[in-house]
């Protein structure tokens, strides 16, 4: 079973500083990502709701 660390940061510069010390202390690079919500009144920036219509990295996601 997996475990879930999850953590709200005010900047990304934290959240980055949180996934690179979770990384140092052992923890694969591929089992650790960061997701953020899009800033107040920025939801309807882009069509699908992210700054690309297609992530390239989801394919294969189940």
């Known amino acids: ?3 879930i660390i999850a953590g709200i940061y005010d900047t990304s510069v934290k959240a980055e500083a949180a996934l690179h010390g979770l990384i140092a202390r052992g923890v694969s690079e591929q089992s650790v990502s960061i997701y953020h919500n899009n800033a107040p009144g920025q939801h ?3 069509p699908v709701g ?3 219509d297609v992530d390239p990295e989801s394919r294969g996601a189940a």
Do not use: F
Request: proline fraction near 0%; avoid cysteine.
């Open 1 to 3: 079973m997996s475990n």
């Open 44 to 46: 309807g920036t882009y």
């Open 50 to 52: 992210g700054d690309e």
